[in-house]
């Protein structure tokens, strides 16, 4: 169950009794994802979004949603 507060997005696991409160920078990644965008497309985003270089974006991407999936928050293909 994920529901939105103030543009961060707040994740109910309830298998762990968790809850996991997603910063504005892992929420826009995270519903990329689940909006089905790869990681070149989220990584130009957060750059856009941000004031990031695309490498950085790139490695920040990447840890988060490794890290998204090991919480299992996110289920990629």
Same mark, same amino acid.
């Not at 270089?53 to 490695?59: E, G, H, I």
């Given at each position: 169950? &994920? *529901?939105?507060?103030?543009?961060? %997005?707040?994740? #109910? $696991?309830? =298998?762990?009794? #968790?809850?996991?409160? %997603?910063?504005?920078?892992?929420?826009?990644?995270? *519903?990329? +994802?689940?909006?089905?965008?790869? &990681? $070149?497309?989220?990584?130009?985003? &957060?750059?856009?979004?941000?004031?990031?270089?695309?490498?950085?974006?790139? *490695?920040? &991407?990447?840890?988060?949603?490794? *890290? #998204?999936? +090991? %919480?299992?928050?996110?289920? =990629?293909?």
């Amino acid at each position: 169950m &994920v *529901r939105e507060i103030d543009g961060e %997005l707040v994740a #109910l $696991d309830t =298998r762990a009794n #968790l809850v996991h409160q %997603l910063n504005a920078t892992a929420s826009l990644i995270w *519903r990329l +994802a689940a909006d089905g965008c790869d &990681v $070149d497309e989220i990584a130009a985003a &957060v750059t856009s979004e941000y004031d990031i270089d695309l490498t950085d974006a790139y *490695r920040d &991407v990447c840890e988060t949603l490794a *890290r #998204l999936q +090991a %919480l299992k928050l996110l289920a =990629r293909t």
